[in-house]
């Protein structure tokens, strides 16, 4: 195990440094994080990235192969086009979790905020909290679990992958192209298993999937805007 | 990109500073310049100008007294060329959009803010620099507003920084993250109304455009936040402050960013970001304003 102090570190020595202890070292312990921005981007190799403290943008993009966890809250655009590995956020992400994820799996712990999981191509995004708006926006693939609330437009013109939700009303805040449908055995036990290498115990039999309704390249209307009040000057 | 902070926190006397600190998280987000609003709970007419000489201190005071009688005034210089000027005015409150107006024709003076409650300071650099220039004096304060600026829309002046005061509405300043892409349409409608611009900045013509609706067509804060939603093009976040409101606007496709947290015991935080909140809550989960969304607070 070796130690890392971010103090007094730019993100760029920060990462020079990452790359080089990831060839050799198995658990890295980072602390002072200070909210640094594109923590570990583009790291490839095989070991533990621990970090005592939050994050700020891009944590783990492009990651390919570490485990990172983060014993605090990450900003936006947590896992920004990963491509293998593991993010575990024990607290909370901003906005953009996992977008244009293509492998390896993302836990956030706490809550994340709008469009998580937004043009995702594979992999899997667990949020055990509530997600903001538009959460799997435009998916390409793989797989998005919501344990809490889901926001408005949950899979607004999902191409392909699924979103399985516990929100009993997420039939009412739908988006355009997607349905409700039941969750099948297959899926149940991939999400099983999931849950039991990262320690979620929740029961599968309340699970629902949000699927596409048509799957692949089609034709979808553009979200009308919702006029509350007032009008033209 | 840009960076908004607000705060609502009854009988806070250091909110300045607060609002000061909450903006130092967001020094990512921009830092040509710094400027916060804060509503003080006092009742004398307070001034605030920035001057491109110290000479120009006579040319103010002329046109100050041809209007009224000045007290307490104070000169310092800014992190930049700009000195500024600071007093209690005895004024006919009915003459203050005259005031103002008659000031900013100057082409060396810029009134950052004039009216009850109000004090705007802005200046070049980072939420540092402009702790370490402007001292403010100790007041019960109530609410606040404040932003950091990356200038994409108009010149590095301070004049053009935010928070932007409306002649109009003494009372009303106004922060925005994001551009007017119907600006220059809006400019010219207003002008031809007869409001009159003293900078190209794009959030200008958002302050007097609400300036115009809630003094002129007395309709109030929440009523103009949803016709300035209908009427502005573009992508924009605003936090818009009177004396005892704050008003919060965010575009219907949700490009700019806006958290708020409602702390128990009336205390509100806004901000562009999680990170600027810690300052003053540590560690919660701040909720995200809806796109399209309008809200208001009462102070």
């Keep these: 195990m070796v130690r890392l102090d971010l103090k007094g570190l730019s993100p760029r020595d920060v990462n020079r440094k990452l790359k080089e202890l990831i060839k050799t070292e198995e658990e890295i312990e980072v602390v002072n994080t200070h909210s640094i921005h594109n923590f570990a981007t583009a790291l490839v190799g095989q070991g533990k990235i621990t970090l005592h403290g939050s994050t700020g943008f891009y944590t783990g993009g492009f990651l390919e192969g570490p485990t990172l966890i983060v014993k605090g809250n990450t900003g936006w655009y947590t896992g920004d086009n990963m491509l293998a590995g593991e993010i575990i956020v024990e607290m909370n992400t901003g906005s953009n979790a996992a977008p244009s994820m293509l492998g390896g799996t993302v836990v956030i712990r706490g809550n994340s905020g709008s469009r998580a999981g937004w043009g995702m191509k594979g992999g899997n995004l667990i949020v055990c909290g509530n997600v903001g708006r538009w959460t799997g926006k435009m998916t390409l693939g793989g797989r998005i679990v919501v344990l809490g609330e889901v926001g408005e437009g949950v899979g607004e013109s999902m191409y392909n992958g699924v979103i399985h939700v516990l929100d009993p009303a997420a039939e009412e805040k739908l988006g355009g192209n997607v349905k409700v449908a039941p969750i099948d055995d297959k899926e149940k036990k991939e999400v099983e298993s999931l849950f039991k290498k990262y320690g979620i115990e929740v029961g599968m039999e309340q699970f629902r999937s949000i699927v ?5 390249r089609h034709e979808y209307k553009l979200f009308k805007p919702t006029h509350k009040k007032g009008g033209q000057a | 990109m840009c960076g908004i902070a607000g705060l609502i926190a009854k009988d806070s006397s250091n909110l300045g500073y607060d609002l000061i600190n909450m903006l130092k998280q967001l020094i990512h987000r921009g830092k040509d310049a710094t400027g916060v609003a804060v509503y003080e709970d006092r009742d004398d007419i307070q001034i605030r100008v920035a001057l491109t000489a110290q000479q120009y201190q006579k040319d103010l005071e002329e ?20 000195t500024f000027y600071e007093a209690s005015l005895g004024v006919d409150p009915e003459r203050i959009t005259q005031l103002n107006w008659d000031i900013d024709t100057h082409p060396e003076l810029c009134v950052h803010s004039l009216g009850r409650h109000i004090k705007v300071y802005k200046d070049q650099g980072s939420a540092e620099d402009l702790r ?29 920084a935010h928070p932007f005061v409306s002649y109009i509405h003494p009372e009303l300043s106004l922060v925005h993250n994001g551009q007017f892409t119907n600006y220059f349409n809006m400019r ?3 002008e031809r109304m007869g409001i009159r611009f003293k900078t190209n900045n ?32 573009g992508v924009f976040t605003l936090l818009v402050s009177t004396a005892h409101q704050i ?16 702390k128990d015991g009336g205390a509100v935080l806004f901000g562009s970001e999680q990170i600027c909140l810690t300052p003053i809550v540590s560690d919660v989960y701040a909720t995200e304003m809806d796109p399209g969304g309008v809200m208001t607070w009462s102070v």
Excluded: C, W
């Excluded at chain 2, 008003?247 to 409602?262: T, V």
């Design chain 2, 247 to 262: 008003g919060a606007l965010r575009d219907r496709l949700g490009i700019k960013p806006m958290l708020f947290f409602e």
């Design chain 2, 132 to 160: 370490k220039r402007h001292e403010m004096p100790p007041a019960k304060a109530t609410h606040g507003i404040g932003h950091v600026r990356l200038a994409t829309e108009s010149v590095e002046n301070i004049n053009f």
């Design chain 2, 188 to 190: 010219r409608k207003l």
């Design chain 2, 202 to 233: 794009d959030s200008e013509m958002a302050a007097h455009f609400l300036a115009y609706q809630m003094k002129e067509k007395g309709i109030d804060l929440e009523e103009a936040l949803y016709l300035a939603l209908d009427t502005f093009d």
């Design chain 1, 212 to 216: 596409p309704k048509i799957y692949g």
């Design chain 2, 63 to 82: 046109i100050i007294e041809r209007h009224g009688s000045i007290s307490n005034s104070r000169m310092y210089q800014g992190e930049g060329i700009f």
